[in-house]
């Protein structure tokens, strides 16, 4: 099954690609369009309103979600999760190399929201762990499932590292399917009629393999 945004769903901080209900529930909501772009996206030097939009922010129930949402879709203009465009700017720089556990977690358990390549590659390690097949990972993250079959050998190879030998260098051995094997999949679905959602690892049990494996980098 996999999980809906609504407009009553509850906040967590994780947006969906390509969602925008959050909005919905923004302290920021119902303000006419004139006042919420002088307040939000204020001139040079305009102090007043930018301090008028941090008091809003300060109160929103979604303000970690608006503040993914800029850094997520490279929004570098106004005022996003209570920061002015300079105090998002080293958010900014990081996210090509972010590495959130509960992203890696939320994927793992079926949602379809942005990922870093070193959280990919994380979501790769579980799906190993976990004996996907690379088909399965691919209707997860949406890519094709030549790539996820990459992916997931470079992960068993990290793994095998790690665990000294626990983990096989090489997959089972699994009857190919080349019929559909190279479809390439659209880019913002998770594949939910091929996925079943799994409760993903605690963020202790993530840590753990990651300390594995930086130990042994």
Request: glycine share 8%; net charge negative.
């Amino acid at each position: 099954m996999r999980y809906i945004t609504t407009h009553d769903a509850p906040a967590t901080g994780l947006r969906g690609i390509g969602d925008t209900t959050w909005q919905h529930h923004g302290a920021c909501n119902g303000l006419k369009p004139k006042v919420a772009d002088r307040i939000f996206f204020p001139t040079a030097r305009n102090f007043a309103a930018v301090a008028q939009a941090k008091t809003i922010c300060a109160r929103c129930p979604v303000l970690e979600t608006c503040l993914n949402a800029a850094i997520d879709t490279g929004t570098k203009d106004g005022i996003w999760g209570g920061r002015t465009e300079a105090e998002r700017e080293d958010s900014h720089a990081r996210v090509a190399h972010r590495l959130e556990y509960k992203r890696v977690r939320a994927v793992v358990a079926g949602r379809d929201i942005p990922l870093s390549t070193r959280e990919r590659a994380a979501v790769a390690r579980e799906a190993v762990l976990r004996g996907w097949s690379p088909r399965r990972l691919a209707s997860v993250l949406g890519f094709k499932v030549k790539h996820c079959r990459d992916l997931m050998g470079t992960a068993r190879h990290e793994l095998h590292q790690a665990t000294g030998g626990m983990i096989p260098s090489t997959p089972p051995s699994a009857p190919e399917h080349h019929d559909q094997d190279d479809t390439e999949l659209d880019d913002m679905t998770t594949g939910a009629e091929e996925f079943d959602a799994l409760e993903g690892p605690t963020d202790a049990e993530l840590a753990e393999q990651s300390d594995d494996l930086g130990q042994t980098a």
